[in-house]
């Protein structure tokens, strides 16, 4: 079992700054790729940003230059760094993992969810 659990989700007005943070916790051999996704009411879940193992992160053109993904291998963290927050930014919030039990199985979970709000 691997279970992943964001958090730091919240209201927050335009113009302002969140951080959310995903813990990975369980039956890991080890962790690949992670990444943030959102999925706004009535809109398909997209994907914003993600980051290897290694640190080399790639970005959606939505969020490039405000947000920041970053990781702590160590304590299996990964973290999403927001700032200069639009209303247009309000969903839930994804935390997903590529995730190795064990030297033969793998596979990808997703966390619970976390909401954002951005107020006008």
């Known amino acids: 079992q691997v279970q992943l659990v964001e958090s730091g989700g919240g209201l927050v007005q335009a113009g302002g700054s969140l951080r959310l943070s995903c813990a990975a916790s369980?039956?890991?051999?080890?962790?690949?790729?992670m990444a943030w996704y959102r999925q706004a009411p009535g809109k398909q879940r997209e994907m914003l940003a993600t980051i290897t193992s290694g640190g080399n992160a790639y970005y959606a053109d939505s969020v490039k230059g405000r947000f920041t993904i970053s990781r702590d291998n160590a304590m299996r963290m990964v973290y999403l760094q927001m700032n200069s927050l639009k209303p247009d930014d309000t969903a839930v919030y994804y935390c997903?993992?590529?995730?190795?039990?064990?030297?033969?199985?793998?596979?990808?979970?997703w966390g619970q969810g976390t909401q954002v709000t951005v107020s006008s």
């Open positions: 369980g039956s890991i051999f080890s962790l690949n790729a």
């Open positions: 997903n993992a590529d995730v190795r039990t064990t030297l033969s199985r793998r596979a990808v979970y």
